[in-house]
């Protein structure tokens, strides 16, 4: 085996330059990977996030941030679901995407969270709340996704 006494190389054998490469390049696609996956888990560590920022949301002085009892219209959260959210979490909230699914929310969150999560989502899910969505909108998509 021949290794270089001189230069940027200086006692890196080059045998193993070419695994290297190969390792590096295996750990960024495994990376990318995983950064994609549409696992049950991405979904549940959103919720210990959420969590944290559900516990703030009465300090804001919300009314429906203190109710723990669905008070919009799933119906009209669908439609602002529809509108909104199903490009990231899917055409009905339960098929996941770019963002996790939806289903079952209800056992992660309670409904004071999700209104919580919503005005204040953690990246990367976008700042609706207060423009384009207004109050009842909230209300109403959170009655949506506690319904999934």
Not at 59 to 72: L, N
Request: proline letters at 8%.
């Amino acid at each position: 085996m021949w290794v270089p006494t001189h230069g940027p190389e200086k006692g890196v054998p080059l045998q193993y330059k070419p695994l290297a490469f190969l390792a590096a390049g295996a750990l960024a696609v495994a990376l990318i990977a995983a950064g994609c996956s549409k696992s049950q888990d991405q979904s549940s560590s959103t919720s210990t996030t959420s969590t944290a920022t559900a516990s703030a949301a009465p300090t804001t002085g919300t009314q429906s941030g203190s109710s723990s009892t669905a008070t919009g219209s799933a119906s009209a959260g669908k439609s602002l679901f529809s509108a909104n959210c199903s490009s990231c979490h899917g055409a009905t909230g339960t098929e996941g995407g770019i963002g996790p699914s939806l289903k079952n929310e209800k056992s992660r969150k309670n409904y004071a969270q999700a209104v919580a999560w919503i005005k204040d989502p953690q990246p990367p899910m976008p700042k609706l709340y207060p423009s384009p969505l207004n109050e009842k909108d909230v209300d109403d998509l959170a009655t949506y996704v506690e319904g999934l």
